[in-house]
């Protein structure tokens, strides 16, 4: 499997393939593209933001405090509004001296914590040839969760908020 870091993200929905495409800027100036289609982006919020309650200290410490399971709700849905305010979005426009060496449609999704307040996601194809990881903080990954959110709604997919949704799915993620 070849691994490349992503500097930074782009996310931008595209109509005509009615995907939303990951771009990540890794070495060289290049940069990598990756699908998701409406089913996987599905999924993928309601994965990452489980892990993101899960992994959250300041959840444990809320829902720990509240013993009421209907105020979870409520506290996950508060720091993901907080967590996200705090890193601001910058609108790039993809040069076109960068170039896209690899290009696949997301099939499989790993995190990874690497201390209370980090993780290391890693996006990968079906074959599992290549893989695209990014390291930021839990700030950072509520923020690109209300990104892909954004761009859902933009597209008119309808993808259910996993802050607003009162049910209890569970992500399943191939």
């Known amino acids: 499997m070849k691994s490349y870091q992503s500097k930074s993200i782009s996310l931008r ?101 690497l201390n209370k307040d980090s993780v290391k996601l890693v996006l990968s194809d079906e074959k599992n040839t290549y893989e695209i990881y990014s390291m930021m903080s839990t700030n950072e990954m509520h923020k690109v969760l209300s990104e892909l959110l954004r761009l859902s709604d933009s597209a008119g997919w309808k993808v259910p908020n996993p802050w607003h949704s009162n049910n209890n799915q569970h992500a399943v993620m191939h």
């Open 13 to 113: 929905y595209d109509i005509k393939q009615d995907r939303v495409q990951w771009l990540g800027l890794c070495a060289d100036n290049r940069l990598a593209s990756i699908w998701i289609s409406r089913r996987m982006l599905s999924a993928l919020l309601l994965k990452l933001s489980q892990w993101l309650n899960k992994h959250s200290e300041q959840t444990f410490l809320s829902a720990s405090k509240a013993k009421i399971t209907k105020e979870k709700g409520s506290v996950h849905r508060f720091e993901h509004e907080a967590a996200q305010r705090q890193v601001p979005v910058v609108h790039e426009v993809v040069s076109k001296k960068q170039t896209i060496f690899v290009e696949f449609l997301l099939s499989v999704l790993h995190l990874t914590p």
